[in-house]
């Protein structure tokens, strides 16, 4: 077995301890590492691939123990593993993607840090299973099946193990699927695939066989941030990753390379691009996905279907979606918005876009609001049988059951736990009990009994938390006070306390176990609190901020502010001093390097304090340590230190190597060693590190005090991996504070932690422990000497990792009151509680024990809250005071100087009016006033300047008005097309308004499409659709027809034609002229049969009616004078009169669009009139204007009244009400003011009423005023010389002279004509005017009228089209069945006339065929002729029956033919004698010709009978057709019957449902304005009271019936005059018939007696012409022609062949003769070798006298072979003398055995 630190492939062993093993400090500086430590493992991956591998046994399991993490504890320390010992956890990572998974109904499982709980629901019990690698855990999944569940690492090369379940076992480990850590794991539908993705960096997506522990396939998924992997549930091919702004497909594909993971990436296109969290894949490969913005994006295709969207464009949820799931048919959405919305699948499903927009508007079947502050992440089913049960993920920090039936017994959201969300920022436990308390910046603070591990109280707050405390026992003795920093500077004073301590009043809900209220809050800083901290005494409070300042309070005086110092950089931690310390000083570390030791602030009384403007304290005494980096130093000193130990060590081995060499080797060993040195000293050390101090200081993370003036440091970045000894140094007022650089005097190494520094420290309650918490989430333990706490050795340390190792950052670390237990919080909201070792064991049911409320602490009044981040602290309230009070006393100033400026001011107004009085001459200049003319131009630009302020300030304003304003006048303006407007007469009362018109309503705009089209009657269909119909029928008829001529195949090669191909060429030419000259004279005779069918088809029928007299009588139906009434029973409502609510709308909207027309011509005409008005007062103004010019001349005495000039009113211009200028909003703005003075509520309720009246009338007076102006300013011309005349005569008063006199004598009288022609066309144009406006008002009056009637007809109208459309419905249902069944009846009647039309086809086929049959039998005795004696014979075997074979479709070969025919010849006889045996008593032969019988003529009998075969066998499927036509024509009969009958009910429906729409209608009352001479009804000569009996019948109509009834009398006279004349026609067309039956009975006999004298008996001349050739005859011999050239050629070819391969033998046995020779020779050699090889085999002695066995093998061999030779040579022969004998057969040569022809071994 591995260890849990196993990461090699091969089996190697790291040396892995705690979670990343012990490395010296300047181990894994950078990422580079990890990518070195991969290059050097892909060696040993690649071997391992090259293993065979094994197949893992089902049964197989890993060692739990084995595999996980273990804390580390440095050797010989004597420290315990389990030093501490998890025991229960109260976070919950709920921002971690896919954190809650289920294993069975009342299990889930989720990762907290390095450890996977187990959390039973019901129970509420925990279990917890470790990491293996240490280094944290990435993503959790479960098996489909709940059997197992997987747990995916993080660190270098993490594993994915698979546990089963219950059992918890390891059952499988997959390795080598990333760098660092997984980001999703996914099963497969089926559970047999896993896939994984990788976080950064390599993300890497792996699909594995996992019970293999195997990969399959692997790719890199994208080169951002992957957020999850999921199997498509309808196909494990596909699968889908999303992530940081992407989506990807991907599919399994099988290529020529093997199978490949292939990926397309979705395109955005025109949407925006956005990180997608949650998508589902549809049954169909379609994927729905989610987006920031909360719509939903169909994909396909790899592009963006459709985004769906709710209606009016909102989004589907108001933030991202992080889920979808499809849940019985549904699709359920999981939205940031704490909804979860359900959606119709088929809706998403078949979603599409219907524009440019890509938006697609769909609305969600249910939705629930789970919360206000809620934010889901992820949701899983419950198992549970009849309920659908949920649990849900809040990434705010809970985990909620929720209930998604939406039925009436539905329960509501139900928060099973809820957790912090985010970093834990501050801890704190009691000083008496098992109690802690925590605060996050999820605005809340809570409170946990850690012994019981149970949640007891929380209480939320607007602002997040960032720093706590529990209130010292000498403060609050109970332990019950909490004090609380938060983000906005607050401090709040907590007060916990059992609540069963309390009255129990009735009716209270159920008691916690504890409740939390707020004592005291208050503001001393304006940024996040950092710290809080309490002197040792408890007298005092100190809070430090991020804003650089430390507060202190007085605790005894309800925490009285005493006052704040400032710090040199944000405030990290407060630390008192111990009681070990002989003066109580505060240890201030800032985050920058900065820290501070202050001693007791000094109390001072509240008189004094009075008057002080600040709270700042600047008399303190404060010591000041700016830390300066020292690492560098430290390591280049422990380099010295390590190059001196290995030098001492170098030289005592030297030593003693020289002395044994001296022993040994005496002075030669002397010399080897100083040869040796001198070489030793010629090499050069390497340098030693250079001194590095980084240019921005790091951080300090936390320090604590050792003696007085001295403390410990930890700091981050690169002073890491010390803890630092530092002390304060003498205070130096002369030295800036900034500039001051001071280093520690001691340091200790801390193993490990150079880039994992310690962020948080603390101590046991007996100081023998020291529990750092480490960046990483590690805990680290050292152990002290429990006589000398201090910092002596740091070597020995117990380390486990515990928080998530990449964000798990340990925020606090505090032991209980008594050392038994450690809580731990974390930047990864986890918490959690250990038992620290001890040899005293707990007690099981430790509880905490929660204190008593305080005496009537119910009936405190609970202080206000400072809720609003923006409130003044203490230190800015005080100073708001000092400035208010400042403020204040300067504005008591500055009222004094603007009383003395008014004075001023008032003596200047004083001197500019005595100025006034001067003389001109003397008066001073308005601009000699100014002292310096600069003053004014720089008050000009800052009014102007403030202008525009005024104007930015007011823009929103304005805009806002603006708007407002716009959507008034859309809403009650922009419908009207024109106003009232109402014209007065001048000298009259009279006046005449016009209409007020809106814009043409929607039944004048646009046309509603009828519902129920009238169905058209029988006789129109039949006139139009019928003919047409039947027409197209023949026309598609007569284009589908099969040519009877073949298509000539082109593409044949040009050969010349042979004499054999002429011949067959003439014959076919000779038998083809004569088929033509038959086929003309039948296709004559057709033509003339056809004329005769087309002249008996146009004969008229007996009932023949002229079509023109059926459509007058048509017309006379349906228009001429029946006046039925609507009332009556029997009324039945023509087709052209039928209305519906369709035809109403158009009727409405054509009488709209009429009155609107002639509205809005009179409003045309009114407007005119107007405008004449406003031109004759501007005339009458020029006209006054010039009369007091000229009365100006003239003596008041001769003076005419001057006529008065007419206004325009208001009335007249209704536009003008919403014009206005700055004199008309003032007033409206003074009567505004005026109105909100006034208190009453009349007036109150009538504001807006006076406002808007005034506002009216002062509009008016103005435009009034404005008219007068401008006309006046028309008329200044023309009286500015008379003006100009008055001021000359001003200035000259001389006596005129005579003449003068006697031109002003005549100026006089024409001044006195002008002066009364002036006034009498003043009086003209104003009784013009009038007179127009009286006619124009006599027009209008008329209109009026007629508008009455047509609103009084549009209200009828508008009732019977209310009236229409509720029938409406009713009606299309009627009207749509008649319309179907009138449609099936027009088709079934239809294919009756197609069925009739098919049978007359065939029954003229058939005549076609007994005509053919008769034909044949003519041309038959034709060709016999008469006295043949062998008549008889040859009539019988035309006439024999036989049975035949249905032809083939595919013809066999010729030789198979034949003997085909032959039999079916042989088996026809045989039948044909047996059917004949019982009638004639001859038997005959029909296969042989008889003797002396014409061969040709037997022939033709046979060609015949077969043609007559042909004829019969069509006959009898012709009529089994016309049987087949009949049945099918007698059923569609039967159909159309019960159709018929059907439509005449459903007919009879609708014109019942007609009558009774009708008579609804005739129920409306119609209004008819009547004169009394229209009134026609009298009785006794009066006009009755009751007029419901009456009539109302219009005049035109009853003119046209009168003179009906003269037109019918005129059309009867006529119609007899026809009659009349028709008879005598019909007369003499029968006696000319009779003539013609005579005529044409003579032309027969005449033509019967030429036929016996030419041919001596009556013939058929039809079938004389046609008779022109035997065609089968002809065909047969043309076959026969053909077929022996075939055989000709076929002979010359085999001919060839034979002399081919009888040449080929002949060559092959000369080459057999040539061998045999060739054999021949070598055996003769061969004997002769034997005979010399025996001679000397003989002479060479006895020894070798017995024959060898090789040569007896070898003589055995060739004699075998001789055997052989002379075989073939035999068999050889034979077939030459086969061949050369006719028709032998060709044998294949005789193959030699196997072996034989191998070569022998000489």
Not at 371 to 386: P, Q, T, Y
Not at 723 to 744: G, M, N
Request: aromatic share 8%.
């Amino acid at each position: 077995m591995k260890e849990p630190g196993d990461q090699d492939t091969d089996g190697r062993r790291l040396d892995k301890s705690k979670s990343d093993g012990k490395r010296s400090l300047s181990s894994l500086k950078s990422a580079s590492k990890y990518s070195q430590y991969v290059e050097a493992l892909a060696p040993a991956s690649e071997e391992v691939e090259e293993e065979v591998k094994k197949k893992i046994s089902e049964n197989f399991f890993y060692d739990y123990t084995e595999l996980i993490s273990m804390p580390f504890v440095t050797p010989d320390s004597n420290i315990p593993l389990d030093l501490l010992t998890l025991v229960h956890s109260f976070g919950y990572d709920c921002r971690k993607r896919a954190n809650l998974q289920l294993l069975d109904s009342n299990t889930v499982i989720y990762i907290a840090g390095n450890q996977l709980i187990f959390l039973n629901l019901k129970t509420k019990e925990q279990m917890y299973l470790r990491s293996s690698s240490g280094r944290g855990i990435g993503v959790i999944g479960v098996h489909p099946d709940k059997t197992y569940f997987t747990v995916a690492e993080k660190g270098v090369f993490p594993k994915i193990i698979i546990y089963e379940y219950p059992s918890l076992k390891p059952y499988r480990i997959l390795q080598d699927g990333t760098e660092l850590g997984y980001a999703y794991v996914d099963f497969d539908n089926s559970g047999t695939l896993l896939a994984s993705v990788g976080s950064s960096p390599d993300y890497t997506l792996t699909i594995w066989n996992w019970k293999e522990e195997q990969p399959i396939l692997r790719t890199k998924a994208f080169s951002q941030e992957v957020f999850k992997v999921t199997f498509n549930p309808e196909d494990d091919e596909q699968l889908t990753t999303s992530g940081s702004g992407h989506i990807k497909f991907w599919e399994m594909a099988l290529t020529f390379t093997g199978l490949k993971l292939q990926g397309s990436l979705g395109r955005f296109g025109k949407t925006a691009t956005t990180d997608i969290e949650g998508y589902m894949q549809l049954p169909d490969g379609k994927v729905l996905s989610g987006s920031e913005w909360g719509n939903m994006l169909l994909w396909e295709g790899g592009l963006i279907k459709v985004e769906l969207c709710r209606a009016a464009r909102k989004s589907c949820h108001q933030g991202p979606i992080n889920q979808i799931m499809l849940d019985e048919g549904e699709v359920i959405t999981i939205g940031a918005d704490g909804c979860i919305r359900i959606w119709d699948f088929e809706t998403v499903d078949t979603a599409d876009s219907i524009d440019d927009t890509g938006l697609l508007e769909i609305e969600p079947i249910n939705e629930l609001q789970v919360g206000k502050n809620v934010k889901l992440f992820s949701m899983i089913k419950m198992n549970e049988i009849g309920s659908n049960f949920w649990l849900a993920q809040d990434a705010n920090g809970a985990i909620w059951k929720l209930d998604l039936s939406f039925s009436n017994i539905t329960q509501d959201p139900d928060c099973l736990f809820s957790f912090h969300s985010g970093a834990v920022e501050a801890l704190a436990v009691s000083p008496l009990t098992y109690l802690m308390a925590t605060t996050a910046l999820d605005c809340s603070v809570r409170i946990y009994d850690f012994a019981s591990k149970t949640p007891l109280a929380q209480m939320k707050f607007k602002q997040g938390g960032t720093a706590l405390a529990w209130v010292p026992q000498l403060v609050s003795y109970t332990g019950a006070q909490i004090i609380a920093g938060f983000e906005d500077g607050v401090v709040r004073i907590l007060e916990l306390y059992d609540p069963k301590g309390l009255t129990i009043f009735a009716g209270r809900k159920k008691i916690s176990d504890a409740d939390i209220i707020l004592k005291q809050v208050f503001k001393p800083h304006t940024a996040r609190v950092t710290a809080l901290a309490y002197e040792r005494d408890g007298e005092i409070l100190a809070t430090g901020s991020k804003d650089q300042t430390v507060f202190f309070f007085e605790v005894e005086k309800d925490y009285k502010p005493i006052g704040y110092i400032t710090t040199p950089g944000p405030v990290r931690q407060l630390v008192w001093s111990s009681n070990s310390h002989p003066d109580s000083t505060l240890l201030i570390i800032c985050e920058n390097g900065y820290v501070l030791e202050t001693p007791l602030p000094t109390i001072k009384e509240e008189e004094e304090n009075r008057d002080v403007v600040s709270y700042e304290i600047k008399d303190m005494d404060i010591k000041y340590f700016h830390f300066s980096s020292v690492k560098s130093k430290i390591l280049r000193l422990i380099e010295i230190e390590k190059r001196k130990a290995l030098r001492d060590l170098k030289k005592k081995e030297k030593e003693e190597r020289r002395k044994q060499l001296a022993a040994e080797m005496g002075e030669d060993g002397e010399k080897e060693l100083q040869v040796e040195q001198e070489e030793e000293e010629e090499e050069e050390e390497e340098p030693l590190p250079e001194i590095f101090i980084p240019s921005t200081p790091c951080h300090i993370l936390c320090g604590f005090y050792s003696e007085p003036g001295k403390f410990w440091v930890s700091l981050g970045g690169y002073d890491a991996g010390f803890l630092y000894h530092c002390e304060f140094p003498l205070y130096d007022q002369s030295t800036a504070i900034t500039k001051k650089k001071d280093e520690p005097f001691d340091f200790r190494l801390l193993e490990d932690t150079e880039d994992n520094p310690i962020q948080t420290i603390t101590f046991s309650i007996h100081q023998d422990m020291m529990f750092c918490g480490m960046q990483n989430g590690a805990i680290r333990v050292y152990i002290l000497s429990q006589n000398k706490p201090s910092l002596i050795n740091t070597e020995y340390y117990w380390h486990f990792n515990i928080h998530d190792n990449n964000y798990g950052c340990i925020k606090g670390i505090c032991t209980s009151f008594d050392d038994r237990f450690l809580v731990t919080t974390g930047a990864d909201s986890n918490i959690f509680v250990f038992t620290i070792f001890s040899e005293f064991e707990l007690k099981k049911d430790i509880k905490a024990e929660v204190p008593s409320p305080r005496f009537g602490i119910e009936t405190e009044p609970i202080p206000e809250d400072i809720e609003d981040p923006k409130a003044y602290s203490i230190e800015n309230a005080r100073r708001k005071r000092q400035h208010d009070k400042l403020m204040k006393e300067v504005e008591e100033i500055k009222a004094g100087k603007r009383e003395k400026l008014k004075a001023l001011r008032n003596e200047f107004w004083k001197l500019l009016e005595m100025n006034q009085g001067l003389p001109k001459h003397m008066q001073f200049k308005r601009t000699d006033f100014d002292i310096d003319s600069k003053i004014r131009a720089e008050i000009g630009r800052k009014t102007a300047f403030k202008i525009q302020q005024v104007e930015k300030e007011l823009a929103w304003e304005k805009e806002k008005h603006q708007i407002g304003l716009m959507k008034l006048q859309n809403r009650f303006r922009e419908s009207l097309e024109s106003d009232t407007i109402v014209v007065h007469a001048i000298q009259s009362d009279h006046k005449i308004s016009s209409y007020r018109l809106v814009k043409p309503s929607k039944y004048s705009k646009s046309k509603r499409t009828s519902l129920s089209d009238r169905r058209t009657s029988k006789l129109e269909r039949l006139e139009k659709e019928g003919a047409g119909r039947k027409d197209s029928q023949k026309d598609t008829g007569g284009n589908i027809s099969v040519p009877e001529e073949s298509i000539i195949e082109k593409g044949k090669k040009f050969r010349p034609k042979t004499l054999s191909e002429i011949m067959v060429e003439n014959q076919i030419e000779k038998t083809r002229k004569l088929i033509l000259k038959a086929e003309r004279a039948q296709l004559k005779i057709q033509q003339r049969k056809k004329e005769w069918e087309e002249l008996y088809k146009s004969k008229p029928q007996d009932d023949f009616e002229d079509p023109r007299d059926v459509q007058a009588i048509k017309e006379a139906q349906l228009y001429m004078g029946d006046f039925n009434l609507k009332t009556a029973a029997d009324y039945k409502i023509p087709e052209h009169m039928r209305i519906n609510a369709a035809k109403k709308e158009e009727e409405l909207g054509h009488l709209d669009t009429l009155a609107h027309s002639k509205k809005k011509n009179m409003n045309k005409c009114i407007l005119s009139l107007r405008d004449l008005k406003v031109a004759v007062i501007e005339e009458i103004q020029c006209l006054v204007q010039e009369l007091k010019s000229i009365q100006s001349t003239l003596h008041v005495s001769k003076h005419i009244p001057i006529p008065q000039v007419p206004q325009i009113l208001p009335e007249e211009v209704p536009e003008k009400r919403f014009q206005y200028d700055e004199e008309t909003l003032l007033n409206f703005k003074r009567q505004q003011i005026k109105i909100q003075d006034e208190t009453s509520s009349q007036l109150e309720k009538g504001e807006s009423a006076i406002s808007g009246g005034g506002f009216l009338r002062l509009s008016s007076r103005k435009d009034s005023d404005l008219t007068t102006r401008d006309s006046l300013s028309r008329s200044s011309k023309a009286s500015s010389f008379s003006v100009d005349a008055v001021k000359f005569l001003e200035f000259e008063k001389a006596d005129p002279i005579d003449i003068e006199l006697e031109v002003m004598k005549r100026d006089e009288i024409k001044h006195l004509y002008m002066q009364q022609y002036l006034t009498n066309r003043i009086k003209e144009l104003i009784v013009t005017f009038d007179a127009e406006l009286h006619l124009l008002r006599h027009q209008k009056l008329k209109l009026d009228t007629q508008m009455k009637l047509s609103d009084l007809h549009h209200v009828t109208l508008f009732q019977e089209m209310l009236l229409l459309k509720n029938f409406e419905k009713q009606e299309n249902i009627l009207q749509e069945r008649v319309n179907s069944l009138d449609k099936e009846e027009q088709d079934m009647q239809w294919k009756i006339n197609e069925t009739l039309k098919e049978m007359e086809e065939k029954k003229n086929e058939i005549a076609k065929l007994q005509d053919q049959e008769k034909a044949l039998y003519a041309g038959f005795q034709a060709a016999v002729g008469e006295n043949n004696k062998f008549a008889n014979f040859l009539t019988k075997v035309l006439k024999k029956r036989i049975k035949r074979v249905k032809k083939k479709e595919v013809e066999g070969d010729a030789d198979e033919d034949e003997e085909s025919d032959e039999s079916s010849e042989e088996e026809s006889s045989l039948e044909s004698d047996e059917d004949e045996s019982g009638s004639d008593d001859e038997v005959f032969d029909d296969s042989i010709c008889p003797t002396n019988c014409d061969v040709g003529l037997f022939e033709l009998a046979l060609q015949l009978r077969e043609k007559r075969l042909d004829i019969e066998e069509a006959l009898v499927e012709e009529k089994k057709i016309i049987d087949n036509l009949r049945k099918e024509h007698d059923t569609l009969s039967k159909k159309v019957k019960v159709v018929a009958a059907n439509l005449n009910v459903a007919e009879e429906a609708l014109e019942a449902y007609q009558r009774e729409k009708q008579q609804r209608l005739n129920e409306l009352l119609v209004v008819i304005p009547l004169k009394l001479h229209q009134v026609e009804h009298v009785v006794f000569g009066e006009i009755p009271n009751d007029l419901s009996g009456t009539l109302v019948f219009s005049n035109h109509s009853l003119g046209r019936l009168q003179e009906r009834i003269i037109q019918l009398h005129e059309e009867n006279s006529k119609q007899q005059k026809l009659n009349k004349e028709c008879r005598e026609r019909r007369k003499q067309l029968i006696r000319e018939k009779r003539e013609m039956a005579k005529t044409i009975s003579k032309m027969e006999e005449t033509v019967h007696q030429l036929m016996i004298s030419k041919f001596g008996r009556v013939i058929d001349l039809e079938a004389l012409q046609t008779l022109s050739v035997n065609t089968t005859l002809e065909e047969l011999k043309i076959k026969k022609l053909r077929k022996e050239l075939t055989n000709a050629k076929e002979m010359k070819m085999w001919e060839e062949k034979i002399a081919q391969v009888r040449w080929e033998l002949m060559m092959k046995t000369k080459e057999h003769t040539k061998k045999l020779h060739q054999m021949n020779d070598l055996c003769i050699e061969k004997k002769k070798l034997d005979s010399r090889l025996n001679t000397l085999q003989n002479q060479q002695g006895n020894a070798f006298q017995g024959p060898r066995k090789a040569d007896i093998v070898a003589r055995q061999k060739v004699t075998e072979l001789i055997q052989l030779q002379a075989e073939r040579i035999s068999a050889l022969k034979e077939e030459i003398a086969l061949l050369r004998k006719k028709g032998g057969l060709i044998l294949p040569p005789i193959q030699p055995p196997q072996g034989e022809m191998k070569p022998m071994g000489l």
